[in-house]
């Protein structure tokens, strides 16, 4: 019995490293781990209040930009609206 929880807790030692790729984000757009998070918004607007509920992504492969409120779904963040 001993035997198994040495094996197990060394299986659970080998693991560890590879947690954070794991857990990493997976891009909606192209389906890679390459989602980081982002300290704000990408079009921030000077003198308006930030919503702490809402957190901005990028992705490092295909440079899309994403947006999620609270727990909520990945949602692209449009282009055209930064332009105008």
């Not at 308006?48 to 727990?71: G, H, L």
């Amino acid at each position: 019995m001993k035997d198994s929880h040495m094996l197990f807790v060394l299986l659970a030692i080998l693991v560890t490293p590879f947690l954070p790729f794991i857990l990493k984000g997976k891009c909606p757009n192209c389906s890679r781990r390459k989602l980081e998070s982002l300290e704000q918004s990408p079009q921030a607007v000077s003198g308006v209040e930030p919503n702490p509920f809402v957190s901005y992504f990028s992705c490092k492969n295909c440079q899309a930009q994403f947006m999620r409120e609270r727990s909520g779904p990945l949602q692209r963040i449009n282009d055209e609206a930064a332009v105008s």
